[in-house]
């Protein structure tokens, strides 16, 4: 425990994560490697930001905690505005791919747990700590392994399920964010895939950007539009855990979303709507930014210290199998085209970090590579329904091994 604890007001850490991304744009223009290797802006700021706070650390002795209640509500609205900007018609379309996915999805988390089963072994700790080193901690992330620590910390006799699990869960989203865009090039330059330009965010998204530039008329009315999706999930939200039914808040923000764009446009076709407009791109990019920035810059690298050594070779093996997953399997089956290779850089962040990592990586990639609409629209489906509940069942399943 630190001798001193400093507390970052709310908007000051807003204010700093949005100083990281200026510094993760000014690297990412300078430095080729992460330029070419899609690694996204915030991700190269916030790491640096994480160390830079962990050099500050190891000096003065004192703690930086970062409020978080703004970068909490980012992510809702970037998942509000993924959900304006879906087309039903569109999802139809890759069903197949949403269906290969999730199938996928369930085989990688049983064999991830295997995985981390097999790094207990050989450290000789107990089974349960494969689990906290398996989906626990990173098909999981930060919240599982705050949900499933104490119980198997009590019941499994691993006293320090909380520290490996919280630290697994760290360097996770490290990798995570570090592997999908260069995971993504090669498959995608390997295989000289391009991105459909006649598809539905192809040309047509080209042509209204030149047509329709951001004024403050469009800008409100997307914000306003984004805000009522935001609204109507909370107002979901509510009802639904009553029920015990327990998804993350933009879930139902997200649902709401779509229903809005798949049912408004054509009650008032009139109307105007602002989906897949450059003022909404505008909102996306700037939620998810500064949302991972601020997430990336806050990580406590120093609570990595008492865990490194097997940690790090476990983790080292995690990553390992999802690439080899994704590389062998995953890929061919989605159809070895250029949306699969767009879902493979959200994979690695959906299989070692986490859902705003996976977009993170999709951005970069399609920023740099061309649209891919339907992978924003699917990874989010399979990372908010069904992980969950594959998760759980494998996380017991392994436990009464």
Known sequence: MADNVFVSPDFLTLTLGIIVYFVGVLLNRHIAFLRNYNIPEPVTGGFLAA??????????????????????RLLVIFFATVGVNARLVDLLVGGRALAVLCVLTVLFVFLQNGVGTLGAWLFGLPSAAGVIMGSIAFVGGHGTTIAWAPAIAAEHGFPAALE?????????????????GPVAKFLIERGKLTADASGPDGESAVARAEAAPIDKS???????????????????????????????????????????????????????????SPAMSLISDYSLSAFLAMSLMSMQLWTLAGVAGPLLVVVAMQALLAVAFILIVLFPLLGRDYQAAVLSAGFTGL???????????????????????????????????????????????????
Request: with cysteine; aromatic share 10%; proline share 7%.
């Open 51 to 72: 160390v830079a706070v962990l050099a500050f650390y190891q000096l003065s002795g004192t703690e930086i905690v970062f409020e978080m209640t703004t970068r909490d």
């Open 164 to 180: 490996v699990g919280t630290a697994a869960a760290t360097l996770g989203l490290i990798v995570a964010s570090v592997l999908g």
């Open 351 to 401: 299989s070692l970090g986490a859902t705003p990592t996976a977009i993170a990586s999709m951005t970069a990639v399609t920023r740099h590579y061309g649209p891919s609409p339907n992978a924003f629209i699917i990874l989010p489906l399979v990372s908010a329904f069904f992980v969950d509940l594959v998760n759980m069942i494998a996380i017991q399943f392994f436990l009464a091994g």
């Open 218 to 276: 469009n800008f409100m009315q997307a914000l306003l539009l984004v805000n009522v999706a935001v609204v109507l999930g909370y107002l979901v939200h509510g009802p639904v855990t009553a029920m015990g039914v327990k998804l993350p808040l933009f879930v139902p923000c997200l649902i709401m979303g779509v229903v809005l764009s798949n049912t408004i446009p054509y009650i008032f076709p009139r109307m105007p709507w602002p989906a897949r």
